[in-house]
């Protein structure tokens, strides 16, 4: 969720949801420890015990294929207060995978052993060595070697996006494979794909067999979809996605991302428009809209209209 889940986005639905576990966009490893400024750049929550203000625990992911080095900035997130360090071997972004790193190392088990494996012994034993994977690169064939490989180099859960990175983000998840991968692993596998809304998440479980899963577009999608899932919440309407939406605007309007803020508006609201006919209503007034001034104005007019 690059670009997407950012640790304002963070602070906004762990203030409304009951999520165990939040995990950072990736930080990109490539020859180097990186310094400090760079975790706390993007997981500030790291200055605040690695929790969000409503307290959430934060773990830093890191994307490389460099097994020392992932090594040694896996041991500065934790120094730095992460809740364990996660690998991403799921991020299926041509620029990404051009230069070695994602979904593009699915295609070399042994490359994913050598990196868990590096990580794992520079970790401290008590601190979680995680890893988000794909079923596969060009198709599904590795994805039990891929899964054991990652395993046996003594990662701590396996989180599995239900999709090879051919398929991207087309339906279906193919929960299935989670299955066999949950039924021949010990340790905790966390189930990921196409979870929209809460009937989504149990049958997710169901057909796995995870008692945990990962919530990633869904979660923009359905702002409260955490406490639909785990508390049987109602979810939200759009009256109160909106209000959140304004929210979060006089929020990032006030911090150091301002400038992005007419991109990531309109980027959230491609996601709402699954889950409410209002936001592609209104979606279609925004996107003509260049400026912060007019987006603002146009998201304040739509909610007082609510209101009246």
Known sequence: MEGVVDNLMREILSA????DLMVTE???IIDQQLPD??????????LNEGKTLSGTPIRVQLLGQEPNWMAENAIKAIELGSHGVDANFGCPAKTVNRSKGGAVLLQYPEQLYRIVKAMRQAVPIGHPVTAKIRLGYEDKSLYLENAHAIYEAGATEIAVHARSKADGYKPPAYWEYITQINRELPIPIIANGEIW????????????N????????????????AASIKHNEAPYHWKQSLQLMLEYTKKELAGRKSDYYPGRI???FTYLNRQYHEADQLFRQL??????TDIVSALEQAHRALES
Not at 287 to 292: A, L, S, W
Request: charged residues 20%; contains cysteine.
């Open 37 to 46: 400024k760079v975790f706390h750049r993007l997981c500030p929550e790291l």
């Open 266 to 268: 309109k980027q959230w």
């Open 26 to 28: 990736f930080i990109r």
């Open 16 to 19: 409304i949801n009951p999520y």
């Open 197 to 208: 809304n809460r009937e989504d998440a149990l049958k997710c479980m169901q057909v796995t």
């Open 287 to 292: 996107r003509v809209h260049k400026t912060t």
């Open 210 to 225: 995870c008692n945990n899963i990962m919530v990633g577009r869904g979660a923009i999608s359905l702002p409260n979809l």
